[in-house]
């Protein structure tokens, strides 16, 4: 194999971190099915915050692992990532990098292939990243090394072999960020209707009737507030699943129709998209995951037009939009939703073309071509 060394792993995976629950590490925890035999690279590791699978996997991680805050806050560790990227060293034939800004950086020896979720956030979109934490010392530090940190995230970009997309958004995105043109693979769901469901007693009450659902880490560009009031004078129910800063903010504007829910197992998350009505998606995504997710319990989303859900969601058949993101907007589109008739089984089958065998196939497919180069 042109580029291989004796003794050296044909496959390695990086990762930014892993410290959460969300799609970017189901992705990574579908690279180590198509490579199980990979060691993950990641900066930091919290077993406790991020999906229960990772614990059979063999994770390297950066000395600032060692810092118990900053693995489960893994944003006060933003000033300290750059050096600390530039310093792990993976050593493979072949690295997949699984990026939004910070593994593209590490030390990689061999060829590298990266998996990107969106240039920067923290960098080119920092006031949304940050939301109130933008004047704090993460939102301090990257004011003050923003150019340092530019030049250091263009360099990373540039060691690349090749760049993957997320999406068509993302692409567009790279293109602009980078100069870089790249194809766009849609990451997978990992979402099984057949699978076991375990009822969640805080929505006993709510199941025989429905919900409106929303699944999203609780930051501010995610618009989850917006979805909380356009609900306030309506009677809905809604049902917010995740965790994040603006937590306790959101809590103290919610009324008693809003429940918020966190630190579910797989089977509790089934169990809660099977009994919801309407999915309800507010922000601008680099990829729309949870409309198939719930597609695939036959569940139709009401989405904000734009980013990563033009890609998941199909007008009329697997959804509605709305054009912005205020509360009228918002109750328009689950008004219509509501009013709509939808075919679970076109909502099954669109949910099915976006699941992990395409995606291992081709990443695959991109490995063995950069190792035959």
């Known amino acids: 194999m042109p580029g291989s060394r004796p003794g050296r792993p044909a496959v390695a995976i990086a990762h930014d971190y892993l410290t959460q629950r969300g799609g970017a590490e189901r992705v990574v925890l579908t690279l180590l099915e198509a490579f199980p035999d990979a ?6 590791y919290d077993a406790e915050g ?5 614990r059979d996997a063999r994770i390297v991680t950066s000395p600032l692992n060692r810092v118990g805050p900053l693995r489960r806050h893994h944003r006060a560790a933003l000033p300290l990532l750059a050096p600390a990227a530039s310093r792990l060293r993976v050593d493979a034939d072949v690295t997949v990098v699984s990026s939004s800004g910070w593994a593209h950086g590490f030390d990689i020896r061999g060829r590298r292939l990266v998996y990107c979720y969106s240039p920067a956030r923290w960098l080119y979109q920092t ?5 109130a934490g933008r004047r704090g ?5 990257v004011g003050a090394l923003r150019r340092p940190l530019v030049a250091w995230d ?3 970009a540039r060691a690349a072999d090749r760049y993957l997309a997320i999406s068509r958004v993302v692409q567009d995105r790279i293109r602009s960020t980078y100069g870089i043109e790249a194809d766009v693979v849609p ?9 076991e469901a375990d009822p969640v007693p805080e929505l006993a009450d709510w199941a025989a009737e429905g919900y409106l659902l929303l699944v999203s880490r609780l930051l501010p560009y995610k618009n989850v507030d917006k979805v909380v009031d356009a609900v306030a004078t309506t009677g809905h129910r809604l049902v917010v699943v995740g965790r994040g800063p603006e937590e306790a903010a959101l809590r103290a504007r919610s009324g008693p129709g809003v429940r918020f829910l966190s630190g579910l197992s797989d089977a509790q998350l089934r169990w809660i998209y099977a009994h919801a009505r309407l999915l309800v998606a507010p922000s601008v ?5 949870t409309p198939l997710e719930a597609a695939t319990f036959g569940v139709p989303t009401v989405a904000l037009r734009g980013g990563g859900y033009l890609d998941t969601i199909v007008e009329h058949r697997t959804g509605e939009f709305f054009d912005d993101s205020q509360p009228a907007a918002i109750r328009a589109a689950v008004r219509r939703a509501e009013e709509a008739t939808w075919s679970r089984e076109a909502l099954q089958l669109h949910a099915s073309a976006f699941t992990a065998g395409p995606f291992v196939e081709r990443i695959r497919e991109e490995v063995a071509q950069l190792s035959s180069n």
Do not use: I, K, N
């Not at 006031?127 to 939301?131: H, K, N, P, T, V």
């Open 39 to 44: 060691v993950v690279h990641t900066t930091l």
């Open 50 to 54: 991020t999906y229960p699978q990772f």
């Open 127 to 131: 006031d949304d990243y940050l939301g």
């Open 137 to 141: 010392p993460a939102g301090l530090a």
């Open 154 to 156: 263009q360099r990373a």
């Open 187 to 195: 990451a997978p769901h990992s979402m099984d209707a057949a699978g």
């Open 285 to 289: 995504e680099d990829f729309g995951l």
